[in-house]
């Protein structure tokens, strides 16, 4: 179904692999179609209760395919129509998104990485603020996530300087959730999938957004959504489970309802 994407479901979690690795898993215009396609299937698919993004061959995403803009090509443009609704439904959907960062992740292919809830990054992977180096400025998110999880300071140090980040640096700034060894790559990435996809999915989803509005909220406001939240949450059935689970001294057995 899909030419640059690999989609495919396991035990309620859905593993996109972006898929152009002579290219570097650059994103041409049927990728960003094909992301948002896939983004979209999962979100729908109730079965679905994580979500592990990563990429073929040696990179994570290189970014733009540079080889498909010249100077005819309306940039904002491209952003506003292929980046951003990607950036978005990422952080609207209600499941926790992995960046499984096997490799570079550079230019827009950092902002994909930044906009995933979680960052399992291989210890050969790195990242790399690409855009200075070719005289744009960081999209696709990029400004809004990365001095939210580094700080202003390092943020802007690493947009203006373009330094490649190793694995062992993004772990001590925080970019990485765990770094994992080559040889324990794939067990690792899907026993951390699997543990999210066992857990109360609705919960996940409602922390996600209560995250997102504090930045722009007032204490009033933070208030107001998590009490919002919590109404919805202590409805779910996995609450009913998790509570029950705690009074009879057994492993809660969430289901994502
Ligand atoms: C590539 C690419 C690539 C095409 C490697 N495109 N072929 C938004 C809106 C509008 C316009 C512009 O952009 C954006 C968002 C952005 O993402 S802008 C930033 C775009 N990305 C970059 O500037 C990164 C460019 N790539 C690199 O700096 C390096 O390739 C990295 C550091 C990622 C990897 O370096 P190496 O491991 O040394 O690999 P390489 O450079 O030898 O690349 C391998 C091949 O992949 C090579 O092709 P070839 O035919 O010679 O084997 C590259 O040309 C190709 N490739 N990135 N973005």
Avoid: C
């Avoid at 989609?7 to 972006?18: C, N, P, R």
């Avoid at 080889?67 to 292929?82: A, I, K």
């Avoid at 609207?92 to 995933?116: D, M, Q, W």
């Avoid at 943020?155 to 990485?176: H, N, P, Q, T």
């Amino acid at each position: 179904m899909f030419n640059t994407i690999l989609y495919e479901i396991k035990d309620s979690v859905a593993w996109i692999t972006l898929n152009r690795p002579e290219k570097l898993n650059s994103f041409n215009e049927a990728m960003h179609t094909e992301l948002q396609e896939a983004l979209q299937s999962a979100e729908n698919d109730k079965n679905i209760r994580a979500i592990v993004l990563t990429g073929a061959g040696r990179a994570f995403s290189a970014g733009q395919d540079l080889s498909e803009v010249d100077n005819s090509t309306d940039y904002g443009g491209l952003l506003r129509s292929r980046y951003n609704p990607i950036i978005q439904k990422m952080s609207e959907i209600g499941k926790p998104i992995i960046a499984a960062v096997n490799g570079t992740a550079a230019g827009a292919g950092f902002s994909l990485a930044l906009a995933a809830d979680f960052r399992l990054v291989s210890e050969k992977a790195s990242f790399l603020n690409a855009f200075v180096h070719i005289g744009l400025v960081p999209d696709s998110g990029n400004t809004y996530y990365l001095p939210r999880i580094v700080g202003h300071a390092k943020a802007l140090e690493l947009m203006v300087l373009g330094e490649k980040v190793s694995a062992a640096e993004a772990e001590r700034l925080g970019l990485a959730t765990k770094v994992i060894t080559v040889e324990d790559w794939e067990s690792d990435v899907s026993a951390f999938a699997g543990r999210l996809a066992s857990m109360p999915t609705k919960a996940i989803g409602l922390m996600k957004e209560g995250v997102i509005r504090s930045w722009n909220s007032t204490l009033e406001n933070v208030l107001e959504g998590e009490a919002h939240a919590q109404s919805l949450a202590g409805l779910s059935t996995d609450h009913q489970e998790g509570v029950q689970a705690f009074l009879e001294k057994r492993q809660p057995l969430f289901t994502g309802d």
